[in-house]
């Protein structure tokens, strides 16, 4: 089927589904925005309710939908699932959410859409691995959003400690989104120049000491929030826009979002967070870059990780 405009599709209208809908409708990327849940009143509700601000925003058609919307999506984006709650970590949502991914794959697969399919439900690398396996697409078409979350966090906590802007500021997080998480202190840089020589330049703070307690605090946050007020949806609606702008803008961006990894930095059949081309297909291709021989002992105990917690379930 023909697509006339961009339409995106949305498998969830917790609080990260709507606040993703809240923030993509202010970007002018699509035409169509069609919103998935079982609780019907609910989306009645979010509609109706998102559907009064359609007088501030770019032109965007907002409604209720069903699975037939899959057909001629140009992106579906999976936010449905349990909430973590205080005290609990990503892994022992996955049982449970795995078998809801498997049932919302089923009624993906039944479109035959052509579309790609952002996962963002939490532990997001397992369950997007639960997802490629149930759909049979191709890997690059069955992503997560992965560590791009985590790589912004990584970024703001670095420009508050410099005095630099976030925007001078490149560094990524690899691996697990979540406790076994990787900071690439090779791959970081402000304004080109590398992080070791920065801080050899700027002499500001004791760089080891700081390093060490800021990736506790990027890899902790999502931990605090949740303490203090139940669940995170602002950044990751915002991080779930900036990867639809890549595909939908076929952008080219270089993004860490999750990917079945084949042999890349030498790991195999596991999904997790890599730097990757993120364009219209989905992810173009994989940037392999030099790890230090720490980062690269780290990412693959980060696989081991997650290949333990994949072992524990039946996908």
């Known amino acids: 089927m023909q697509k006339q405009e961009r339409k995106v599709v949305v498998i969830g209208a917790g609080f990260v589904g709507t606040t993703y809908v809240y923030a ?4 002018g990327l699509v ?3 069609a919103l998935i849940d079982l609780d019907q009143r609910k989306v009645k509700g979010e509609v109706m309710d998102l559907e009064h601000g359609l007088a501030f925003v770019p032109p965007v058609e907002i409604r209720s939908g069903d699975y037939s ?3 001629d999506a140009n992106l579906i984006v999976v936010t449905a699932g349990a909430k973590q709650i205080p005290g609990q970590s990503r892994f022992e949502l996955i049982q449970r959410n795995a078998e809801i991914v498997k049932s919302i794959c089923y009624e993906i697969k039944k479109c035959d859409s052509d579309a790609v399919v952002l996962m963002a439900a939490n532990p997001v690398d397992a369950l997007t691995q639960v997802a490629l396996k149930q759909l ?3 890997r690059e078409r069955v992503i997560g959003s992965g560590t791009v979350l985590d790589s912004a966090r990584f970024r703001s906590m670095l420009s508050r400690h410099c005095g630099i802007d976030t925007r001078n500021v490149h560094a990524y997080i690899l691996g697990e989104h979540g406790d076994s998480e990787v900071a690439a202190w ?3 840089h402000i304004a080109g120049v590398v992080m070791r020589d920065y801080c050899a330049i700027c002499q500001g703070c004791d760089s080891k ?6 990736v506790r605090r990027v890899r902790d946050s999502a931990y605090h929030i949740i303490d203090y007020k139940g669940s995170t949806y602002y950044a990751i609606g915002l991080s779930l826009t900036r990867i639809s702008g890549a595909i939908l803008r076929n952008e080219h961006s270089i993004l860490t979002v999750s990917l079945l990894l084949q042999g890349e930095y030498g790991i195999d059949d596991i999904c997790l967070s890599v730097p990757c081309v993120v364009g219209k297909t989905g992810v173009e291709r994989i940037v392999t870059a030099s790890l230090s021989e720490d980062e690269q002992t780290a990412l693959k105990a980060s696989a081991q990780t997650l290949r333990k917690v994949l072992d524990s379930i039946n996908i």
């Open 24 to 27: 993509l409708m202010h970007t």
């Open 186 to 188: 090779s791959m970081t």
């Open 69 to 71: 919307d899959c057909v």
């Open 136 to 138: 049979g697409w191709p």
């Open 209 to 214: 000491k700081s390093h060490e307690d800021i």
């Open 31 to 33: 035409g169509e925005i």
